[in-house]
């Protein structure tokens, strides 16, 4: 990805290839790709997860990133998605 990285055409294109999934085939690969990046992130070296790292301008822990962007990033997709089927 790169600075000019339209992330809305960034998400067209990752979701195109889900709109024939059902409910259930899309939670079960909600469930997998979760439970994936979870045995990743359980094999990351301490003090990798520990060390310092720059993302937008902001230097944090690398398990702080690893937490904005794998975990509470993908739950705003799930309540985002659930607000459109709801509505």
């Not at 990798?48 to 822990?61: D, G, H, I, R, Y």
Request: hydrophobic share 45%; aromatic share 6%.
């Amino acid at each position: 990805m790169t600075q000019s990285t339209d992330i809305g055409d960034l998400n067209a294109q990752t979701i195109a290839s889900m709109r024939e999934m059902t409910p259930d085939q899309l939670m079960g690969m909600i469930e997998t790709n979760y439970r994936n990046a979870a045995d990743w992130v359980q094999g990351v070296p301490d003090d990798q997860l520990e060390a310092p790292k720059t993302f937008a301008q902001m230097t944090v822990p690398a398990s702080d990133i690893i937490a904005n962007l794998g975990v509470l990033h993908g739950n705003h997709h799930l309540y985002e998605a659930a607000l459109r089927v709801a509505f």
